[in-house]
T-cell receptor
């Protein structure tokens, strides 16, 4: 059973470009979460999605950031017009149904560097 | 202090010793989870303890939760060099949906 998959693992973008980060949840999981980790810090919640729905986006910056989890395919975190301050590790997590919904399993992360 | 703040920030011990890390939080929680992160890697889920539980074990790990003091501890017994990593506690808040609030972590170094 493959774990949470994220790609790319490393992404370098110039200021003003767009960054697209992909996340495939664990098999059987329909809840996806995105977190951001700055160097030497803990993870900060960004957004929680279920298939085709955004459930909680309270941690998402109001501009330039968007997320989706379509009916088919991976979840996508999209950052438009990236700035240096967007450089961070972005982690995706997924959780399963029922009583296991609170246990989140994380992918290896995408390390975004904005030059 | 932040929700989910670990103490100490860094800990260095010898292989075979026990390591204890503490986590304090501020608001009412539904559950508390501990994760391990090796340098430059993703997070590995270690253990989840619910707000109505006081203690949980998993292999060499023992987690306690004291909701009256709003604190939790993670004990790693008979530590190994491979336990060297950062350890984070994360709280699931009552009424906070499923999102987790992470602390800043404890960096554990286990020396041979």
């Amino acid at each position: 059973n493959a774990g949470v998959m994220q790609n790319p693992r490393h992404l370098v973008r110039r200021r003003g470009q767009e960054a697209r980060l992909r996340c495939s949840p664990m098999k059987g999981h329909s809840h996806v979460y995105w977190y951001r980790q700055l160097p030497e810090e803990g993870l900060k919640f960004m957004v929680y999605l279920q298939k085709e729905n955004i459930i909680d986006e309270s941690g998402m910056p109001k501009e330039r950031f968007s997320a989706e989890f379509p009916k088919e395919g991976p979840s996508i975190l999209r950052i438009q017009q990236v700035v240096r301050g967007d450089s961070a590790a972005y982690f995706c997590a997924s959780s399963g149904p029922g009583s296991r919904i609170y246990e989140q399993y994380f992918g290896p992360g995408t390390r975004l560097t904005v030059t | 202090s932040q929700q989910g703040e670990e103490d100490p920030q860094a800990l260095s011990i010898q292989e075979g010793e026990n390591a204890t890390m503490n986590c304090s939080y501020k608001t009412s929680i539904n559950n508390l989870q501990w994760y391990r992160q090796n340098s430059g890697r993703g997070l590995v889920h270690l253990i989840l303890i619910r707000s109505n539980e006081r203690e949980k074990h998993s292999g060499r790990l023992r987690v306690t939760l004291d909701t009256s003091k709003k604190s939790s501890s993670l004990l790693i017994t008979a530590s190994r060099a491979a336990d060297t990593a950062s350890y984070f506690c994360a709280t699931g808040l009552t009424g906070g949906g499923n999102k987790l609030t992470f602390g800043t972590g404890t960096q554990l170094k286990v020396e041979l």
